[in-house]
């Protein structure tokens, strides 16, 4: 299975100590240049804490198809961009990504989707994450991660809780 990733689905799952979901659910997870320079930035404890840079499960692939990137680069972030041409240069399962623009972007070039919310209940399926409640609270609280109060319901009520 081949996983791609852009920045907050790593930096958001370290941030609140969930980061091995990732691993557990995937595998390996590749990542573009751009990601893994956005994960350097990330705050300082949370590298420490959980050795970011240095997991040997995320990757770090060059991007080789300039010509997709430069076509949806002006759409997109940079860590965004990269993530959704390497989605599609290595012919990817899932990219793992939550802003909405890229995902637009991605779906529009077939590729199949994943967000934070949607790997969380994939993890409580597979038995990984036994309640998806606290977690979810954490990203909200710890990380910043931010979700409307319908779909927060809509997400707990999808995993049974």
Same mark, same amino acid.
């Given at each position: 299975?081949?996983?791609?990733?852009d920045t907050?689905?790593?930096?958001?799952?370290? *941030?609140?100590?969930?980061?091995?979901?990732?691993?557990?659910?995937?595998? /390996?997870?590749?990542?573009? #240049?751009?990601?893994?320079?956005?994960?350097?930035?990330?705050?300082?404890?949370?590298?420490?804490?959980?050795?970011?840079?240095?997991?040997?499960?995320?990757?770090?692939?060059?991007?080789?198809?300039?010509?997709?990137?430069?076509?949806?680069?002006? #759409?997109? &972030?940079?860590?965004?961009? %990269?993530? *959704?041409?390497?989605?599609?240069?290595?012919?990817? &399962?899932?990219?793992?990504? &939550?802003?909405?623009?890229?995902?637009?972007?991605?779906? &529009?070039?077939?590729l199949h989707?994943?967000?934070?919310?949607?790997?969380?209940?994939?993890? /409580?399926?597979?038995? @990984?994450?036994?309640?998806? /409640?606290?977690?979810?609270?954490?990203?909200?609280?710890r990380a910043?991660?931010?979700?409307?109060?319908? @779909?927060? %319901?809509?997400?707990?009520?999808?995993?049974?809780?």
């Open positions: 299975m081949i996983v791609i990733s907050s689905a790593i930096v958001n799952l370290a *941030v609140v100590g969930r980061v091995e979901i990732l691993r557990q659910l995937y595998g /390996k997870v590749l990542i573009p #240049q751009a990601v893994r320079q956005e994960i350097g930035m990330a705050d300082p404890s949370v590298l420490q804490q959980t050795n970011l840079l240095n997991l040997g499960w995320i990757e770090t692939v060059a991007i080789t198809d300039r010509v997709l990137l430069a076509a949806i680069r002006p #759409q997109l &972030d940079a860590g965004e961009a %990269e993530a *959704v041409a390497l989605a599609v240069q290595t012919k990817a &399962d899932f990219l793992l990504m &939550d802003e909405r623009r890229g995902r637009r972007v991605a779906t &529009d070039l077939g989707v994943i967000g934070l919310l949607g790997i969380l209940l994939e993890a /409580k399926h597979r038995k @990984l994450l036994p309640l998806v /409640k606290p977690t979810l609270d954490d990203l909200i609280s910043g991660f931010w979700i409307s109060k319908s @779909l927060y %319901e809509r997400v707990l009520s999808a995993a049974g809780e």
